[in-house]
């Protein structure tokens, strides 16, 4: 079977994930400003994190689908292009975000003492959010490659800077797996890949939070590995596959939906992402038709300048109108918490069209004027 150019469905459900992190990280807010306490106790909203694993799944797929038969070799010219392609999707928004909010820091002690005010141990780092040395680390998206714990400026950048270090890595994770001969070894690699992260998750005592920092960087690794490897899967599936592709994407909703009632059991999510992942990509049946649909696929493309900046907003606007947004009416709670996903939303748009799209063409202009550098020096060696 001929492989689609194109799968809508895994950009709407990138917009979906995006959606389910922005629940994780603004239920407590809105518990709160809706006098709903039942919302502190759902498996759902706190397990939002766990799109993050989803995120790490879906770039390895779909690098491997963009970037099928490029690395069978590593050419020092393909790895320079996808690298520049790479920097210009991830730094130049990252960077943007994180001067918008120099202003604040310099200007708003009171924020500032409210980011660095933790009294659980687990989080005593954070005692040096908003720090010039995290400045730095966050700049150059390097957080989770270390165990220095240096203080976070935007927290969700730890998942760029583990991408940042899947993107390094991809050109011999995809060669290697180019390799693979046949759908039993794949799928076995694959498999390997997610029992390999639950198991380290149980046994270090992860199973049921969300880890950053450098077990952020061991997230990535095994989910964006599991990625690539599925693609693997998907192409040396036999001939007949798509058509259970309905029955496979249900089935990995209903098993996330299932361990969504029990705490701990969502750590085994990401084979159900995975599963996901692989149904989507024969593009049948209801789920993929309510992915690919309009709305989820505008909100799939601004998820990611929606993502960087959703958990800002939330901060900012509890720190500056929390007590005010607590005390609402019930009318006033309601209207308010929509306005805030709003709010969010149009920081994302704005962000996606004059930030995001624009580096992106950057980034294609630096690679075209770097090849046709590259050219016209190889003209003038033969000359």
């Known amino acids: 079977m001929p492989r689609a150019r194109s799968i809508p469905s895994l950009t ?4 979906v994930a995006a959606l389910w992190v922005f629940m994780t990280h603004f239920y407590g807010l809105a518990a709160d400003m809706l006098h709903q306490p039942w919302m502190l106790n759902s498996l759902f909203l706190f397990n939002g994190f766990r799109g993050v694993d989803l995120f790490f799944v879906l770039s390895g797929f779909i690098l491997m689908h963009v970037h099928e038969g490029q690395f069978v070799q590593l050419r020092w010219h393909v790895i320079r292009d996808f690298f520049i392609i790479r920097f210009f999707r991830v730094y130049p928004l990252n960077t ?23 009294t659980d141990p687990a989080f005593a780092y954070r005692a040096h959010n908003l720090s010039v040395a995290g400045f730095v680390q966050t700049l150059l998206l390097v957080q989770t490659w270390t165990v220095l714990k240096l203080g976070e400026w935007n927290i969700v950048s730890w998942t760029l800077s583990a991408e940042v270090l899947g993107y390094i890595l991809f050109p011999l994770l995809a060669m290697a797996a180019m390799r693979i001969a046949s759908l039993r070894s794949a ?39 599991a990625g690539i490897v599925l693609y693997r ?121 004059l930030i995001e799209r624009p580096s992106q063409r950057l980034g294609r202009r630096v690679m075209q004027w770097v090849e046709a550098r590259d050219a016209r020096a190889g003209v003038q060696r033969i000359a």
């Not at 709407?12 to 917009?15: D, L, S, T």
């Open 233 to 353: 899967v998907y192409n040396l599936a036999p001939a007949g596959t798509e058509r259970h592709g309905a029955a496979i994407t249900m089935g990995a909703v209903a098993f996330i939906a299932l361990t969504l009632f029990f705490p701990v059991v969502p750590v085994c999510d990401v084979f159900g992402f995975t599963a996901l992942i692989f149904g989507l990509a024969y593009q049948r049946g209801v789920i993929n038709t309510f992915l690919s649909s309009a709305p989820v696929m505008w909100l799939g493309r601004i998820s990611f300048s929606f993502y960087l900046a959703h958990y800002l907003i939330i901060g900012i606007l509890s720190w500056a109108m929390g007590q005010w947004l607590r005390n609402l009416g019930s009318v006033g709670s309601m209207t308010a918490t929509v306005a805030i996903f709003a709010l969010c939303l149009l920081v994302g748009v704005v962000c996606y069209h």
């Open 12 to 15: 709407g459900v990138r917009g």
């Open 96 to 118: 943007f975000i994180l001067l918008a909010l120099v202003p604040l820091v310099l200007f708003a002690p009171g924020y500032v003492a409210m980011q660095r005010h933790y």
């Open 187 to 225: 799928v076995a690699v694959c498999a390997a890949s997610l029992v390999t992260l639950v198991a380290i998750l149980f046994v270090c005592h992860h199973a049921n939070n969300n880890p950053t920092g450098t077990f952020g960087a061991i997230r990535m690794f095994f989910c964006f590995t």
